[in-house]
Nanobody
């Protein structure tokens, strides 16, 4: 059984920075894609950033140049460095992993609140 544990959310002023981390533990052979999604109240859950096992990254247009995703394949961890945060970045952020074959797993979510 695989579990995801997220950390790093919180309250920050606009222009500030936060770093989210997610660690996968359990019986893991390999993870294809690791990523972060976010969901604001009343809105759908959207992709923020994702990274493949080979290091290819994909970002939502709204965070390009401000957020950086990284992963440690040996430790099965993924991080999201968020700089120049804006009030519209306020949301619950969810870690997501996908295994070869397509099966996926979600973290429990961590709240990020950016005050203006």
């Amino acid at each position: 059984q695989v579990q995801l544990v997220e950390s790093g959310g919180g309250l920050v002023q606009a222009g500030g920075s936060l770093r989210l981390s997610c660690a996968a533990s359990g019986s893991i052979f390999s993870i294809n894609v690791m990523g972060w999604y976010r969901q604001a109240p009343g809105k759908q859950r959207d992709l923020v950033a994702a990274i493949t096992s080979g290091g290819t990254t994909n970002y939502a247009d709204s965070v390009k140049g401000r957020f950086t995703i990284s992963r440690d394949n040996a430790k099965n961890t993924v991080s999201l460095q968020m700089n120049s945060l804006k009030p519209e970045d306020t949301a619950v952020y969810y870690c997501n992993i996908r295994f070869p074959g397509g099966r996926g797993l979600w973290g429990q979510g961590t709240q990020v609140t950016v005050s203006s």
